[in-house]
């Protein structure tokens, strides 16, 4: 063997690679701005080439005698680990968003406050960020059904409300299984087209539909979304 270098120097050599890289990857994953997002599979991924690099090229071009089948197995094992960290990586720093919509309860008196509550779940295993058109960042909006039976349906209705907004892109950070909540108030008044309707109760069913947009064309393109039914009726 060229140079003095040996098979169990080699691997040492290769264990402090793996450790010092460990100890940093360890570093970035809990570190609350990078690790977060694809920069971890990216990391992973590197690193991973990186020792097979070194590994199969360099450490055979110094001269080290390998068995070829022992190499053959050795490339093929590492190059499976990578693809399966790398898959496994993707997965587990994946943005996993749920958006929940609820109301207070299903049924109202005509005139009556409606209490609606948006939460934003971040079900993934890393903190993540995104961003909203909005200041708020969700957007609310309450239609009345004027259809019945099963024709019920967001085609069959015309919008009566919308949460106040503030367009304003901004940028929002939710740690791993924690919620981003925005509550809102329905009063049951007629704020899109009061005029054209006149009309300020309704007795009926109403469609309540919340999502988060993601450009000023806030019906073209949405983080997520949710929708339910609610039912006025008359006292």
Same mark, same amino acid.
């Given at each position: 063997?060229? =140079? =003095?270098?040996? +098979?169990?120097? +080699?691997?040492?050599?290769? #264990? ?16 609350? !701005? ?10 992973? @991924? ?6 097979? *690099?070194?590994? %199969? !090229? ?16 050795? #490339? ?21 968003? $749920? ?5 207070? $309860?299903?049924?109202?008196?005509? *005139? ?5 509550? %948006? ?13 909203? @058109?909005? #200041? ?10 004027? =259809? ?6 967001? /085609? ?20 791993? *299984? ?13 704020? %899109? ?22 450009? *000023? ?6 983080? /997520? ?8 009726? =008359?006292?």
């Amino acid at each position: 063997m060229r =140079g =003095g270098r040996t +098979w169990k120097s +080699w691997l040492q050599e290769l #264990a402090v690679l793996g450790f010092v890289y460990s100890v940093f990857f360890a570093l970035i994953v809990n570190s609350t !701005f990078f690790g977060t997002g694809y920069f971890t599979v990216f990391l992973v @991924a590197g690193v991973l080439l990186l020792g097979t *690099g070194y590994l %199969v !090229f360099l450490g055979l071009s110094i001269g080290i005698r390998v068995n070829k089948l022992y190499s053959t197995i050795l #490339a093929c094992t590492l190059i499976a680990v990578i693809a399966v960290a790398y898959v496994g990586t993707s997965i587990l720093t994946s943005p996993k968003w $749920k958006l929940i919509l609820e109301t207070n $309860k299903p049924t109202y008196d005509l *005139g009556e406050n409606v209490l609606i509550t %948006v939460a934003l779940e971040n079900q993934g295993y890393f903190s993540q960020s995104f961003s909203s @058109a909005l #200041a708020n960042p969700v957007l609310v909006s309450v239609n009345f059904e004027y =259809g019945s039976g099963n024709s019920l349906s967001a /085609a069959n209705s015309y919008s009566v409300w919308y949460s106040p907004r503030q367009w304003n892109e901004s940028t929002f950070a939710i740690p791993a *299984g924690q919620a981003l909540t925005r509550t809102f108030v329905w009063n049951q008044t007629n704020t %899109v087209w009061p005029k054209a309707w006149n009309t300020t109760y309704m007795e009926g069913t109403y469609f309540v539909y919340a999502f988060i947009p993601i450009n *000023g064309e806030y019906f073209e393109s949405s983080l /997520a979304e949710a929708s339910l039914y609610i039912n006025v009726t =008359g006292t």
